[in-house]
């Protein structure tokens, strides 16, 4: 019984140790960088394990009418600053463009009345910031996926970039502007659409006019505004600060699936 | 919780023993529990602070009715904070609301000595948020594995036949109340309280916790729709998420004030090593 006790301690105190060995480890690694390191494992398993529940196409709930929220929160940015989203908006945005390239086969640009003429979905759904609050609104656009599809992907193809009109911090360098990404399992999912109405009108310029994009298993920082350009790309180690968006650059997880 | 007993000490009044009490799985499951809950806690509260109101239904944002506000207002003698629910404020500047970050009045619901990390970073919360909940998850299926296959939650946390009888849960809240613990025989297991107590929190509360949170997951809401439905809407999951982690912050308040009236030495002792020290009563003392 002694024998047991004592090796049990042993192993007590052994674990312990051991323990106190990896808290240390992972402490310093904590501190080498920050702790994004040790913390920013959670995402992949967080993202792949999204993906195995959900499967390509799991669908987000889609609301009817009555659930309509009856203020949609505007958020981020209110109106993009520069001159040149003042001279479309003034043109009733007659003059503005969605280009689409990258790696792609046929590079193009779609006006507002182009995309307005192709196929639509309209979905009720739930806007989530990933501040906590919840918005629902009826949105109308065009399948991302079929915007894709028309212009050919490239095999190295992997994520699509969205680039914005509106820059939330203002920096010489242009790393303020807005910009984010997702891979192609999200483009090309049947409710990813560039939405151009919102409740039954265009969409407001709080709301992003003339185009947004919509991904609805993700929070509301994927929903970019203010679309100018879609490059397709095989990593983005290249852009700003290579994290795949504005808000990922400053900390926040690019899978934005939680 | 089995009562084998380990061995009479010399050192001990007469009649003392030491009885195995918490198997090894018990005990480290418990202080990782402890690790991940309170981490899970300060970096909730730290998110929480990104958007300090609480609704009910599908939707709420800024302007759609609150349950629960912890907000700040401009006042008299500069910015007071204030907590408001059902209709009621109430002022609770330099805590809630309003508190002191580096020298200056600052407005944030709850003060930074409180929130991981200190500063307002809703990025950094998160992360610490969700690594410590999968830590939190996989270190409870663990528990609940080893629970369910060692016959742990059957033999030392089911209610025996007879305990749940008004009578006898009477006779324990009363006894509780009175701060009488049990001694001898009677402290090898648990009383009926403890085991009523212990369930709701594993059986309740923390996979409450972990449904809530998931249900706020806009990912998990499209692979599993059926959280929403059952919570009532995103919006309440998250109100359900603070209420439910404020029950658990009463339990642990409650369950640490029994461990040191019920002595705290052998209780910690227990938690630690296994051994708890019992007084044999009858014949045998």
Not at chain 2, 118 to 147: K, P
Not at chain 2, 222 to 237: H, I, M, T
Request: hydrophobic share 45%; glycine share 10%; aromatic share 10%.
């Amino acid at each position: 019984m002694t024998k047991i006790s004592l090796s049990r301690r042993r192993f007590m105190i052994g674990g312990t140790l051991g323990a106190a060995a990896a808290a240390l480890a992972g402490y310093e690694a904590l501190k080498q960088d920050d702790g994004t390191t040790v913390l920013r494992s959670a995402e992949q398993l967080t993202m792949r394990t999204q993906r195995l529940l959900q499967g390509r196409g799991a669908l987000a709930r889609e609301f009817s009418e009555s659930d309509i929220s009856p203020s949609f929160r505007v958020n981020g940015s209110t109106m993009p600053e520069s001159d040149e989203y003042a001279a479309l908006l003034d043109g009733k945005f007659a003059d503005w463009r969605l280009k689409i390239d990258g790696l792609v086969s046929q590079p193009r640009e779609f006006s507002l009345a182009d995309l307005k003429a192709l196929p639509a979905r309209t979905q009720i759904t739930r806007h989530d910031c990933v501040e906590g609050w919840s918005a629902i609104g009826r949105w109308t656009g065009v399948p991302l996926g079929s915007l894709l599809r028309s212009v050919g992907l490239k095999p190295a193809a992997r994520f699509a970039v969205f680039h914005c009109a509106d820059e939330l911090e203002k920096t010489l360098d242009g790393s303020g502007r807005y910009y984010e990404s997702i891979d192609l399992i999200d483009a090309f999912h049947p409710q990813t659409i560039l939405a151009y109405a919102m409740n039954g009108k265009d969409l407001a310029v709080g709301h992003g006019a003339p185009l947004r994009l919509r991904v609805e298993r993700q929070l509301g920082y994927k929903q970019a505004k203010y679309l100018m350009r879609i490059e397709i790309i095989d990593s983005f180690s290249g852009l700003w600060g290579g994290n795949g968006g504005y808000w990922e650059d400053r900390g926040y997880e690019w899978y934005a699936g939680i | 919780m089995s009562d084998e007993t380990i061995r009479h000490t010399g050192d001990r009044p007469a009649g003392t023993i030491l009885i195995r009490r918490h198997s090894v799985v018990t005990r480290v499951t418990h202080w990782l529990n402890v690790l991940c809950l309170a981490i899970l806690l300060l970096s909730g509260l730290q998110i929480f602070n990104a958007h300090p109101e609480l609704y009910w239904g599908q939707y709420g944002a800024d302007g759609d009715p609150a349950v629960l506000t912890i907000g700040s207002a401009d006042g008299k003698d500069g910015p007071r904070g204030f907590v408001r629910a059902a209709g009621i404020e109430i002022p609770t500047t330099g805590f809630l609301g309003v508190s002191t970050f580096e020298g200056e009045p600052t407005a944030r619901a709850f003060p930074a000595w409180l929130t991981i990390p200190s500063y307002q970073d809703l990025a950094t919360g998160r992360r610490w948020h969700f690594f410590f909940a999968w830590f939190f998850v996989i270190n409870g299926a663990v528990y609940l594995g080893f629970g369910i296959l060692s016959g742990h939650f059957r033999r030392d946390l089911a209610p025996g036949r007879g305990q749940l009888s008004a009578s006898c849960l009477w006779h324990e809240i009363v006894t509780h109340a009175r701060l009488r613990f049990p001694h001898g025989e009677e402290a090898r297991h648990y009383n009926v309280l403890q085991k009523l107590t212990y369930l709701v929190v594993i059986a309740g509360l923390l996979p409450m916790m972990v449904l809530t949170g998931l249900t706020m997951s806009p990912g998990i809401d499209a692979a599993v729709p059926a959280l929403v439905d059952l919570f009532g809407g995103r919006q309440s999951a998250r109100t359900v998420h603070f209420i439910t982690a404020s029950l658990l912050v009463t339990f642990v308040l409650v369950h640490v004030a029994m461990v040191v009236l019920s002595g705290a030495a052998n209780n910690m002792r227990s938690m630690i090593t296994g051994r708890y020290a019992i007084r044999e009563s009858g014949p045998k003392a």
